[in-house]
């Protein structure tokens, strides 16, 4: 699987930034092959924390109490990108953003662990 992430940049406190991510490659997408994917950040010094997440059917979603009423997780229409939509951004959201799969996946809810796929990652700066 290869996860291509976008969207990061400079941005005022307050504002929005959208990131995405697409994914491609085998076993994602493989005929009835369910997963999850997710959104994860990390600054220097501190552990990568969990950001969002959300199933492949799109009908759940995990978010950080952090970000919750924030920022919102979203999969497009072919299910193969997934998109985080960042609004009242805050300093303290400044980080390097990673999104993440694992695959096969059938649960219910996306869950906050086992990510086996990662991206290479897209930095987010909210200045003050």
């Known amino acids: 699987v290869q996860l291509q992430a976008s969207g990061g940049g400079l941005v005022q406190a307050g504002g929005s930034l959208r990131l995405s991510c697409a994914a491609s490659?085998?076993?994602?997408?493989?005929?009835?092959?369910?997963?999850?994917m997710g959104w994860f950040r990390q600054t220097p010094g501190k552990e990568r924390e969990f950001v969002a997440a959300?199933?492949?059917?799109?009908?759940?979603?995990d978010a950080a109490d952090s970000v919750k009423g924030r920022f919102t997780i979203s999969l497009d229409n072919a299910k193969t990108t997934v998109e985080l939509q960042m609004n009242s951004l805050k300093p303290e959201d400044t980080a390097v953003y990673y999104c993440?799969?694992?695959?096969?996946?059938?649960?219910?809810?996306?869950?906050?662990?086992?990510?086996?796929?990662w991206g290479q990652g897209t930095q987010v700066t909210v200045s003050s």
């Open positions: 993440a799969v694992k695959s096969p996946y059938y649960s219910s809810s996306p869950g906050r662990a086992g990510y086996t796929y």
């Open positions: 959300i199933t492949w059917s799109g009908g759940s979603t």
């Open positions: 490659g085998r076993p994602f997408g493989s005929y009835g092959m369910g997963y999850a």
